[in-house]
């Protein structure tokens, strides 16, 4: 039995998604245990293209039971629609591969209309949110004012439960923000639509995982974003409101007693962000519109350009602490293949004094990239599926980077389809 943890090492859209959907044929479960839809996964297969922003990046392999835990902040209608998109291209779902947390707690209409009240009050101060209502569902969950899925069942207790929370949530709604309130009617109605349509899929996981892990099948953790995204080890505030770290698989997906045997941290080649907040590395102009086309980065949630730079190896080894990571994916090889030299940031500068230590958050402002440049191959190698065959430069960058960041670079992926990689 192997229960492995995939995560992001810097901050998010490193790739897990194809990390997810290539190693799922040796796992018999997949277990998303934190965030929302306020991301995507982007995963290439037989299927076509997809961007998978709840439903577990397992869904693509048959006999695989795929679960959203109790971690998860689960959007039913945003959940449903995404269902249909995917079954529309020909993947089977069915309560026998897909099974939602009765713990899982619901993600309201009201906490998405909240998000984008509050990036509004902001203005030019805002977290660079994506709107989808996580930071105000998970502060309700902390708060206990959330509704968990398996209360689905429960008629009776769920319409007084709303009942209760809407005499809350409207003070806030009409009386901050000057905003329509919602009514026990309007809810309901909501409940109701994609409650019924999901309520087959919604069972006891823990309960399926506690004799999954019994009968020593293999699990498979997937986490959204990454490291520096994570609530308490990230680039505070300008983080998800979740934990995005290896550590918080047991709990999030309702099996807290399990033991991790490995954890693949995912690393782009090169460095990309999406979102507010400080990236030391950044580059602008001709030079970031070239890399930002060169790997097509633009955020598969929102389709925002996302902010390029070199690969941070300062982010990048803190990353890797914080994950624990006991191997890494780097992704995106190919994509740095037009460059004659490739650069990388090796150390921060900071009041002066060079550093390869993760400043604190309100530190990172004032911090500026250290680049060193490493021999470029210039020639693809898109087709390539073995190390040997790989360029000496490029060899020589993988080996770099494994080096600096003290993490063996296991799997090197050089293009998006499934079979696009090189296992060391």
Not at 116 to 137: D, H, V
Not at 144 to 163: C, D, S, W
Not at 395 to 416: A, D, K, L, M, W
Request: proline residues 5%.
């Amino acid at each position: 039995m192997k229960n492995c943890v995939i995560v992001g090492i810097n901050w998010g859209d490193e790739g897990k998604g194809r990390m997810v959907d290539l190693l799922t044929e040796n796992y018999d479960i997949v277990v998303r245990y934190q965030g929302g839809g306020n991301a995507g996964h982007t995963v290439i297969n037989e299927y076509g293209k997809f961007a998978l922003h709840l439903l577990p990046s397992g869904i693509f392999r048959k006999g695989v039971v795929n679960i959203l835990g109790n971690g998860v902040a689960l959007d039913l209608e945003n959940l449903w629609k995404e269902m249909q998109t995917v079954q529309a291209q020909g993947v089977f779902l069915t309560p026998a591969n897909l099974k939602i947390s009765d713990r899982a707690s619901l993600l309201l209409p009201w906490h998405r209309i909240l998000d984008s009240l509050e990036e509004e009050r902001l203005k030019e101060k805002k977290y660079g949110s994506t709107k989808q209502g996580i930071a105000p569902f998970y502060s309700d969950k902390y708060q206990k004012k959330t509704i968990m899925a398996g209360e689905l069942f429960y008629p009776e207790y769920l319409e007084q439960h709303v009942r209760d929370l809407l005499e809350w949530k409207n003070l806030t709604l009409a009386g901050i923000y000057g905003a329509q309130p919602y009514t026990v009617e309007q809810m309901m109605a909501w409940l109701t639509n994609y409650g019924e349509k999901l309520k087959p899929y919604i069972c006891d996981t823990g309960d399926f995982l506690r004799r999954a892990h019994t009968k020593e099948k293999s699990i498979l953790f997937e986490a959204q974003l990454g490291a520096l995204r994570d609530l308490d080890y990230g680039i505070y505030p300008y983080t998800t409101s979740s934990n995005a770290i290896a550590a918080y698989a047991p709990v999030g997906s309702g099996l807290p007693g399990v033991k991790l045997d490995e954890v693949i941290g995912v690393v782009k080649a090169y460095s990309t962000c999406v979102g507010e907040g400080p990236f030391t590395c950044e580059w602008f102009g001709p030079e970031a519109d070239a890399l930002r086309e060169a790997g097509f980065e633009y955020g598969a949630k929102t389709g925002r350009p996302r902010r390029v730079g070199p690969l941070d190896l300062v982010a990048t080894r803190y990353g890797v602490q914080i994950q624990g990571a006991t191997d890494v994916a780097l992704t995106k090889l190919d994509v740095l293949s037009y460059m004659e030299q490739i650069p990388v940031c090796t150390n921060y500068r900071l009041d002066g004094v060079v550093t390869d230590e993760f400043p604190f958050p309100a530190a990172l402002p004032k911090a500026e990239p250290i680049v060193e440049y490493l021999e470029g191959w210039h020639c693809d190698i898109s087709k390539i599926r073995t190390w040997e065959n790989l360029p000496k430069a490029a060899q020589n960058y993988v080996r770099f980077v494994e080096r600096r960041i003290g993490c063996p670079v296991t799997y090197v992926s050089v293009g998006p389809e499934r079979d696009a990689y090189i296992k060391r």
